[in-house]
């Protein structure tokens, strides 16, 4: 069984966002979990990746980047984007201090929770997951990105 809880938290100089926090009772890691750019936390996908994770004894904090969370089609700027990331895991890491902490997304929230341990801003993550991971932003081949932070 799984115990989820909504949360919030705030974003440095983006307001608050919402989270999902889905923790099964027997926990053993948590994973931040970022969404892609065109659909939030509780996507199918989002919800489904979580409820297998939480199976296999995985905790998951799923929430709305900026954004999404004020009904935007546009993502936000990667400064945002990483802000948020940073935010999530430091709301993680209070929520449930107990369990080692990992983090990552689908899509646009895999490349962003990337740039922001590219950052060095992820104090406390073991490890990075992705779902989806693409390589460059979207109609940009890897060439008219190479040496360029994304």
Do not use: W
Not at 118 to 139: C, E, I, K, M, S
């Amino acid at each position: 069984m799984s115990i989820s809880e909504n949360i919030r938290f705030a974003v440095r100089d983006a307001g608050e966002v919402s989270g999902i926090l889905l923790r099964p009772q027997s926990a053993e890691s948590l994973l931040v979990l970022a969404h892609g750019a065109g659909a939030g936390m509780t996507h199918p996908f989002m919800e489904s990746v979580a409820s297998e994770l939480s199976a296999a004894r995985v905790a998951t904090l799923r929430f709305q980047f900026p954004y999404m969370e004020q009904q935007r089609k546009i993502p936000d700027r990667p400064p945002v984007l990483t802000a948020t990331i940073l935010s999530a895991v430091r709301a993680a890491s209070e929520a449930v201090p107990d369990l080692p902490l990992f983090a990552g997304g689908k899509s646009l929230g895999g490349r962003m929770t990337s740039l922001a341990a590219a950052q060095n801003t992820l104090d406390g993550v073991r490890g990075l997951v992705f779902f989806g991971f693409p390589l460059h932003p979207p109609n940009k081949t890897g060439n008219e990105t190479r040496g360029a932070l994304v």
